[in-house]
Nanobody
Framework: QVRLEESGGGLVQPGDSLRLSCAAS?????????MAWFRQVPGKEREFVAG????????MYADSVKGRFTISRDNAKNTVSLEMNNLKVEDRAVYYC????????????????WGQGTQVIVSS
């Protein structure tokens, strides 16, 4: 069983930065899992934000966050992070950490384990 716990959300102003973290635990070898961040706004579907290969050598980003967000991982600490810079009002959402063990090229797909989410509010 994989457990994922997000942290780091909060209330910030447009242009600010925020760093989200996700700690993984349970019966898993973290270094074998691709990891990703998704986000969801009430009334809308959950959307992909960023993903990182199990080895850390490949990443993928949604067009809306490219150049502003950076995903990284520390396989020694079983953590994945999302550094968010130049936040915009439209980045407001609940952010979810996700994990998968499937070997797929597309980092946006097929995640089977999810955290409970952390709220990010961007408001002036």
């Amino acid at each position: 069983q994989v457990r994922l716990e997000e942290s780091g959300g909060g209330l910030v102003q447009p242009g600010d930065s925020l760093r989200l973290s996700c700690a993984a635990s349970g019966r898993m070898l973290f270094s074998r899992y691709d990891m990703a961040w998704f986000r969801q706004v009430p009334g809308k579907e959950r959307e992909f934000v960023a993903g990182i290969r199990f080895s850390g050598d490949a990443t993928m980003y949604a067009d809306s966050v490219k150049g502003r967000f950076t995903i990284s991982r520390d396989n020694a600490k079983n953590t994945v992070s999302l550094e968010m810079n130049n936040l915009k009002v439209e980045d407001r959402a609940v952010y979810y950490c996700a994990a998968r063990v499937k070997m797929l090229q597309d980092l946006r797909l097929a995640y089977s384990s999810w955290g409970q989410g952390t709220q990010v509010i961007v408001s002036s």
